[in-house]
């Protein structure tokens, strides 16, 4: 197979016309500007772009189909689903301040350069290579885009889930860990909240008549930390505690805030009886226990290892080394591995992701894009 000369250049540019246009999940306006630009891009290579309103506050959508490459009997059937997301943890004004597009030797910075704006593009720019040279895929290739991932995909997760379940296999554009590695299992991911409600009182006067709601959340946050366990990948995090009014009032309402990474569904099952199995340790305190998992874990099963490997031998004959692993961030491929092998981290490389030191790797840029489109040929 002769590999198609791809031009670093013209993909960094369009990557960086798609940074430039800033996108946080919370901003609607913004969310549009950056769909009317895939949008454009995508039908000026032929594709076709359906636009799936949004919901409950939150931006649209984008479904892609190319099926021009496919068989026509194939067209209707099993293909492979590409996902990405258009949105970024990022707020508006950070590409104007703290976080500027740039380059400096093999790295490129900007607000979503490497999660995943950066890994959208390679989508793109591999099936735009693949109508340029007429080249042939045995399935149909479909692309959504969806706005609200950095926030949970409460308003996507529909359209995820109904796409897998048409999909042989997914690929996912999140980026590359750890120097290049895809991702072929992940953690599953809750949260949860607990609130306290105990009794007020004056600190000074009647203390005596109070249930501190407070010290009843200190108990609990005791409880929840020890129920990390690394020997078994799984791990409680307590990050938001607020409660109280004012320092001479004995509090009457407190609430923690914690997240949970488990490895298994069936280690998942059991801390969350666990946790909403929780007691208050002062009697005349009432604990109400809200959350539960908002992103299944997935393990890397015999069909995401036959996936890998297929992967893995086509990295090998463009020139690197692809290897894997499972980690315990969470992604919209959370969501499809139920449905259908995935593969994760297909996009670029980089680091500093969620931070004002974002950026990708440039190097990666052309192998990167020419390992999905070597999947997108080959995959039956």
């Given at each position: ?141 479909r692309h959504l885009l969806v ?152 393990e890397k099963t015999p069909g ?77």
């Amino acid at each position: 197979m002769v590999l198609p000369n791809l031009s670093t250049d013209e993909i960094l540019d369009g990557i960086r016309q798609w940074i430039e246009i800033e996108s946080p999940s919370d901003d609607v306006a913004a969310l549009a500007r950056m769909a009317d630009k895939v949008t454009a891009d995508y039908e000026a290579i032929g594709a076709l772009v359906e636009r799936i309103p949004g919901r409950d506050g939150f931006g649209e959508h984008l479904l892609v189909t190319d099926n021009r490459h496919c068989p026509p009997e194939a067209v209707q059937g099993p293909g492979i689903l590409l996902l990405s997301h258009m949105d970024t943890v990022h707020p508006m004004g950070t590409l104007a301040g703290p976080l500027p597009f740039r380059i400096e030797g093999d790295r490129a910075y900007g607000p979503g350069a490497e999660d995943m704006k950066g890994g959208t593009y390679l989508a793109l720019a591999a099936l735009r290579q693949l109508a340029r040279e007429g080249r042939k895929t045995n399935l149909p290739v479909r692309h959504l885009l969806v706005s609200d991932e950095e926030v949970g995909s409460g308003t996507s997760r529909e359209h995820i889930e109904r796409e897998a379940q048409r999909a042989k296999y997914v690929l996912v554009t999140e980026p590359a860990r750890s120097g290049g590695k895809i991702v072929t299992a992940r953690k599953g991911m809750a949260d949860f909240t607990i609130t306290a409600h105990g009794e007020a009182a004056h600190a000074g006067v009647e203390h005596h008549l109070g249930q501190n709601a407070i010290r009843e959340i200190a108990h609990q946050i005791l409880a929840l930390e020890a129920m990390t366990d690394y020997a078994r990948d799984l791990t409680v995090n307590v990050g938001l505690v607020t409660g109280g009014t004012r320092i001479n009032v004995v509090p009457d309402m407190a609430q923690v805030h914690f997240d949970v990474r488990f490895p298994s569904p069936a280690i998942g099952e059991e801390i969350l009886a666990r946790i909403r199995g929780l007691q208050p340790h002062n009697p005349k305190v009432r604990l109400t226990i809200e959350g539960g998992i908002n992103r299944p874990g997935y393990e890397k099963t015999p069909g995401i290892a036959a996936l890998f490997e297929h992967a893995r031998k086509l990295a090998a004959d463009i020139g690197f080394d692809l290897q894997d692993l499972k980690t315990g961030g969470g992604s919209d491929g959370n969501f499809t591995a139920a449905f259908a092998p995935t593969l994760d981290g297909l996009g670029v490389d980089g680091d500093g992701g969620h931070t004002l030191e974002e950026r990708l790797y440039i190097s990666s840029i052309v192998p990167r894009t020419l390992l999905l489109m070597r999947l997108m040929e080959t995959l039956k």
